[in-house]
T-cell receptor
Framework: AQTVTQSQPEMSVQEAETVTLSCTYDTSESDYYLFWYKQPPSRQMILVIRQEAYKQQNATENRFSVNFQKAAKSFSLKISDSQLGDAAMYFCAYRRGNNFNKFYFGSGTKLNVKP | DAGVTQSPTHLIKTRGQQVTLRCSPISGHKSVSWYQQVLGQGPQFIFQYYEKEERGRGNFPDRFSARQFPNYSSELNVNALLLGDSALYLC?????????????FGPGTRLLVL
């Protein structure tokens, strides 16, 4: 069974600094997708970044980038130049590549941004 | 364009009752998925529907059921409610339910079972 583990329940970062959120996953599949989602307090969950397992190049989206280590089954999120609006719950998620269904989420990391 | 909408926003039920939650996907999206998010945890997959057919089911009891209508909106039904069913129920839509697609989440329905 696929599992996603986020070992950091809560983290804090100073505004304008860089923070890295960790995620590991367990799978026997070779074709899959990994995601980071952001859930601000009382607001809708939105996609931050996506990584295809077949791509060696790490995905980047503006201030957000990932460090995808396929052999180690690790998928960390780096947020550069942290902003107050980055404060939220961050969820790592896994989805198999060969069928429609089953999206597996980690337990989340609460990110606090200090002014 | 409107995003994913869900109704009601909040709901209070008692044990043993039945509840129906509704979801309208983004216009043009044909796939809808349902998730349960218990306080302090990540969302857990319940169902995925595409073109009115169930494409996937998570590890939930048969008390949970869903359907998708010709207009691609969806309902999630939970029978014989238990205290442990108290959670935020999220709906997400995507174009065709493909694994690489972005899922767009609704604001959720917060269900409290007393």
């Amino acid at each position: 069974a696929q599992t996603v583990t986020q070992s950091q329940p809560e983290m804090s970062v100073q505004e304008a600094e860089t923070v890295t959120l960790s995620c590991t996953y367990d799978t026997s599949e070779s074709d899959y997708y990994l995601f980071w989602y952001k859930q601000p307090p009382s607001r809708q969950m939105i996609l931050v970044i996506r990584q295809e397992a077949y791509k060696q190049q790490n995905a980047t989206e503006n201030r957000f980038s990932v460090n995808f280590q396929k052999a180690a089954k690790s998928f960390s999120l780096k947020i550069s130049d942290s902003q107050l609006g980055d404060a939220a719950m961050y969820f790592c998620a896994y989805r198999r590549g060969n069928n429609f269904n089953k999206f597996y989420f980690g337990s989340g990391t609460k990110l606090n941004v200090k002014p | 364009d409107a995003g994913v909408t869900q109704s009601p926003t909040h709901l209070i039920k008692t044990r043993g009752q039945q509840v129906t939650l509704r979801c309208s996907p983004i216009s043009g999206h044909k796939s809808v998925s349902w998730y349960q998010q218990v306080l302090g945890q990540g969302p857990q997959f319940i169902f995925q529907y595409y073109e009115k057919e169930e494409r996937g089911r998570g590890n939930f009891p048969d008390r949970f059921s869903a359907r998708q209508f010709p207009n691609y909106s969806s309902e999630l039904n939970v029978n014989a409610l238990l205290l442990g069913d108290s959670a935020l129920y999220l709906c997400a839509s995507s174009l065709a339910g493909q694994p690489q697609e972005t899922q767009y989440f609704g604001p959720g329905t917060r269900l409290l079972v007393l």
